[in-house]
């Protein structure tokens, strides 16, 4: 979806202005004009200020429908918080964390902590 257009058809659709839209979110017209033409692309926070602006829901303005989208859940993970350890939240970024310091370690090393872990976690 063209974003420029869709923001195009609401606001005329509403008999607005890119004048008036500029009033309402404090951007500068020749802004406006550039989404609308496709030479700009907004960011999320602008897109909700026109969204704001044009008295819409953000998702009415990325989605050409009645509803929001229905949220999938991404390949391998269950959706469920303890059984995706380290899919998002804290525990994906201490898990990034982890990753840049298993890289800078030799094989060795490497091997050797996974043997250390392996043996911290068997249940005696």
Known sequence: MDI???LRTLREEKKL???EIEKR???LRCYISRV???HTIPAVKTLDKLARALD???H???YDGDQPPIATIPLGRTGNP???WGSFGKDARFLRKLQRYLARMSKRDREALISFA???TAKA
């Open 4 to 6: 420029g257009e869709r």
């Open 17 to 19: 202005s890119q004048g």
């Open 25 to 27: 979110t404090g951007l």
């Open 36 to 38: 609308e033409n496709g």
């Open 56 to 58: 819409i829901k953000l």
């Open 60 to 62: 009415e303005l990325l």
């Open 82 to 84: 303890a059984n995706d």
């Open 118 to 120: 392996q043996k911290m």
